[in-house]
């Protein structure tokens, strides 16, 4: 009966497996302990109350909030690993005209569903979708002043925790810059 309903629930999709949500974590091969364990697990389920459910939900989503957190740490400590070498996509900025030591530097999970924007002690996450649409702006056409307003704008409308970490005065503070620079020579889109 399993086998009749897998083969009608594909006849309804034309054959084709769906897609996963945007925003979805794409899924890891599964060995077979994972197999055993989402059986076992989907298996309980009929047997479970609406708050057993919920707190099954709720462990779910700190748990991956964790691995989350644990994958940030390591492209940290990639990042401290890897200092000032030519390979990382990091450059010097200088704050209002004073030598100032903050390093801005973009790094990408390992996944590349996410990037993080460090500057100084302070960092915040893009999503891939995000980091394309700042690539676009970067590499756009115009003058370095105009792809600097078309960067601070967006950031305004879109993004105003990125003035948090990078605090840019205006469309002509020398971090924008250093920011469009950095996007500009560290990311390319494919055609």
């Known amino acids: 009966m399993a086998k009749k309903t897998a083969a009608s629930a594909k006849s309804k999709t034309g054959g084709t ?7 979805s974590v794409e899924k890891k091969p599964a060995d077979p302990e994972r197999r055993a364990l989402a059986a076992e697990l989907q298996s309980l389920i009929p047997e479970l109350d609406s708050p057993g459910l919920a707190f099954l939900v709720n462990q779910a989503k700190i748990h991956l909030y964790n691995m989350q957190v644990d994958e940030l740490n390591k492209a940290r400590e990639a990042a401290n690993a ?5 390979g990382s996509a ?27 924007l460090h ?13 394309i649409h700042l690539v676009k702006i970067a ?29 840019m005065k205006d469309k002509f503070d020398s971090r924008l810059k250093t920011l469009a620079a950095l996007i500009k020579n560290n990311f390319k889109l494919r055609k």
């Open 17 to 23: 497996s769906k897609k996963p949500k945007a925003g």
């Open 119 to 131: 500057y100084g002690n302070n960092s915040v996450m893009f999503s891939r979708n995000e980091l």
């Open 139 to 167: 590499n756009g056409k115009g003058t370095d002043s105009e792809i600097r307003e078309r960067l601070y704008n967006w950031f305004e409308r879109e993004r105003k925790d990125v003035f948090a970490t990078v605090p």
């Open 90 to 116: 990091a450059v010097k900025s200088r704050a209002g005209g004073k030598a100032a030591a903050a390093e801005m530097k973009i790094l990408g999970t390992d996944s590349g569903s996410s990037y993080y």
């Open 82 to 86: 890897a200092g000032e070498s030519s």
